[in-house]
């Protein structure tokens, strides 16, 4: 039976989906130890920091967070978790601040950890946690009504040059297919309507024989109204099997989403990328011919495939000419959305001991350029669904007071529609009546 204690959490994100989803499992872990969660910063009695440390100008978000946690709440806990949790030398700069360094693949043993900081033995809830050998069969407290995230693994194997997941995250390791199914069926039953499948490299899921291809398969045999998105594909591991799968599975989204990270062969293979650019430009052509006008759950008009990818700029030593395949790649890709980073050295990681020899103002031009690609193509890309009927699934009210939400090619669309009550997590039609470079605008059918 859970046991009540009365002090207050709170919880700051930082980073990608992946650390978001860790929060879920965190907070759902943290109440079943009797705590409870609050918004209000300046009231808890236990601050929890989820880290990033991909980027610099992440890892500078805590430098700055934690004097003003100290200044508003001084007498909180302050936790920290993710990415930086191993990082030696963030260690020495923050030291005295921090009450606990905690990883979060040790979620079962937080109880134990805070009693050491904390001088209450509060009471542990051991009917709900007994099993303590992975913290991702902690079931999540999910933020959203309608839309999961669903950790299918932790870690990456892959040490690309300039990345520091493997070293904060370890080693691929990969959950059960059942227990994967079981946590999606149970959430499809209660109304979840996008069930968005991640892992740092969900294509080199492995588990029993299965691989992530069956695995989508599987979660498409799921009965019920809803769509499967997942993220992130590693193009070395983008199979002939996996395209067929997402081409034939009427509920896998016309999303993919493919970081290249470069155009150009000798930085792919400098960042220690596994592929050249001539595999990455086929698999694209492939993904376009195979998955695009796809019958999809509900219908409405067939729609092209939406492709998307993260690209690096300024990796050491790149040169003019080796940028300019990377435009060259923008150009041909057609790319509906991009996420560009300048390149930030990573302590640890191979490329720091490289020189960072492209200058900011340099990475900062480069990454312009492609910016300005990308609003063309997308721009391109969009004005295919003038006139189209389309599946939206409604997340809510912009600013402005329209509802919006996503199309299943992950496209944003403000709904021009005043008098009708929509629900948050419906799937409604609508007809797009205007296109701009990243979003539509419709009206409902
Ligand atoms: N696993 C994914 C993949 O292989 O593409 C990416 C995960 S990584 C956490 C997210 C993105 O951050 C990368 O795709 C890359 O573009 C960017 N990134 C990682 N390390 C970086 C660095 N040192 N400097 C700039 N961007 C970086
Ligand atoms: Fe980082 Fe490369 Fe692993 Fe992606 S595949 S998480 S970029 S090391």
Not at 4 to 31: H, P, V, W
Not at 323 to 336: G, I, Q
Not at 402 to 415: A, D, L, M, R
Request: net charge positive; hydrophobic share 35%; glycine share 6%.
């Amino acid at each position: 039976m859970k046991k009540e204690n009365n002090k207050k959490f709170y919880i700051k994100t930082i980073g990608c989906q992946m650390n978001k989803s860790d929060s879920e499992r965190l907070s759902a872990f943290l109440e079943g130890n009797g705590y409870k969660e609050t918004s209000k910063r300046n009231e808890a009695d236990l601050i929890f920091i989820n880290t990033c440390g991909v980027r610099q100008s992440a890892e500078d978000r805590i430098y700055g967070l934690i004097p003003g946690i100290k200044r508003e709440n001084p007498n909180a806990k302050i936790i920290l978790t993710g990415c930086l949790v191993n990082r030696t030398d963030v260690r020495r700069r923050i030291e005295g601040s921090v009450d606990l360094w905690f990883p979060i693949v040790d979620l079962f043993n937080l109880d134990k950890e805070l009693n050491k900081i904390w001088d209450i033995n509060f009471n542990k809830n051991d009917d709900n946690f007994s099993c303590r050998d992975d913290y991702l069969k902690v079931s999540p407290k999910i933020d959203s009504s309608f839309s999961a995230l669903i950790p299918i693994g932790n870690g990456c194997n892959n040490f690309c040059s300039y990345c520091v997941v493997p070293y904060a995250r370890g080693r691929e390791k990969y959950r059960p297919v059942k227990e994967i199914i079981k946590e999606i069926r149970d959430l499809v039953k209660i109304g979840y309507k996008e069930i968005t499948l991640i892992a740092q490299n969900v294509n080199s899921y492995s588990s029993s024989s299965t691989d992530f291809s069956d695995l989508l398969k599987k979660v498409n045999d799921i009965e019920g109204n809803f769509w499967i998105r997942f993220i992130t594909s590693h193009p070395k591991d983008m199979s002939d099997k996996l395209i067929n799968t997402i081409a034939t599975c009427e509920k896998i989204c016309s999303h993919i989403h493919l970081p290249a990270q470069s155009g150009d062969n000798k930085i792919l293979e400098a960042m220690n990328r596994k592929y050249t650019i001539e595999h990455y430009k086929k698999l694209i052509l492939k993904i376009r011919k195979k998955c695009s006008l796809k019958k999809f759950i509900l219908q409405e008009d067939l729609l092209p495939v939406s492709i998307s990818t993260d690209l690096i700029v300024g990796f050491p030593g790149e040169t003019k000419k080796q940028f300019e395949n990377s435009k060259k790649l923008f150009k041909e890709a057609k790319y509906d959305l991009a996420y560009t980073a300048q390149y930030s050295p990573r302590y640890g990681t191979t490329a720091y001991k490289l020189e960072d020899n492209v200058g900011k103002k340099e990475k900062e031009r480069r990454e312009n350029e492609l910016l300005n690609i990308l609003k063309k193509t997308a721009e391109t890309n969009n004005e295919k669904y003038l006139g189209k009927r389309v599946l939206v699934l409604v997340e809510g009210k912009n600013k402005k007071g329209f509802y919006n939400g996503k199309t299943c090619t992950y496209k944003n669309v403000n709904i021009i529609e005043n008098n009708k009550k929509i629900e948050k997590g419906e799937f409604i039609m609508v007809k797009i009546i205007k296109t701009m470079d990243f979003g539509l605008e419709g009206v409902l059918i």
